[in-house]
């Protein structure tokens, strides 16, 4: 392939998380070229990317406020905004079909800033753990952890 100028290159209007981009990481002083994955890129950024099986995409930053004892995550979530802790403890349920490779990490914050008197615990529905261990527990107020998942368990980042 002849080399060509970035405008002039066809555009993919349907990349899947696993194609790579070129990017110039810190151009401004020290340029390095490297790669990045989709999914990377938009982990990177707490962004919300689904695949739809048509292989469009949908591209988000999905933040849902978490106003009640209880919440299940849902594929679109990607930053769980938990202001209920000002009220009361709250349990968030990963369900065991969002546990998947290809989900991407999502956030959970203690929005309410009493997680110290009201904890935020998180579990999964079945038996797959959270940094080995049966649930992750936030209990310093204002604290949040990030969670993404290898396929089988989920890790805190």
Same mark, same amino acid.
């Given at each position: 392939?002849?080399d ?8 993919n209007t ?5 194609d790579? +981009?070129?990017i110039v990481?810190?151009?401004a002083?020290?340029?390095v ?10 982990a990177?950024?707490?962004a ?11 591209i $988000? $930053?999905v ?6 004892a209880t ?6 979530d990607?930053?769980l905004?938990?202001s209920y802790?000002a009220t009361g403890?709250?349990?968030i ?10 989900r +991407?990490?999502?956030d959970v914050k &203690? ?5 110290t ?13 959270? &940094? ?8 310093t $107020?204002?604290?949040?952890l990030?969670?993404y998942s290898d396929g ?6």
């Amino acid at each position: 392939m002849a080399d060509a100028k970035l405008t002039g290159l066809a555009e993919n209007t349907a990349p899947l998380v696993t194609d790579i +981009l070129y990017i110039v990481d810190d151009p401004a002083i020290t340029a390095v070229s490297q790669k990045i994955t989709v999914a990377n890129l938009f982990a990177a950024t707490n962004a919300t990317l689904a695949l739809k099986a048509d292989k469009t995409t949908t591209i $988000s $930053s999905v933040v849902k406020s978490v106003t009640g004892a209880t919440y299940t995550l849902l594929a679109t979530d990607g930053i769980l905004h938990v202001s209920y802790t000002a009220t009361g403890a709250v349990t968030i349920t990963v369900p065991t079909a969002q546990i998947t490779a290809t989900r +991407l990490p999502f956030d959970v914050k &203690d929005a309410g800033g009493n997680a110290t008197a009201n904890n935020i615990t998180i579990v999964t529905e079945g038996a797959e753990t959270i &940094d080995g261990e049966a649930n992750a527990v936030i209990s310093t $107020s204002y604290n949040s952890l990030t969670l993404y998942s290898d396929g089988t368990n989920l890790f805190i980042k």
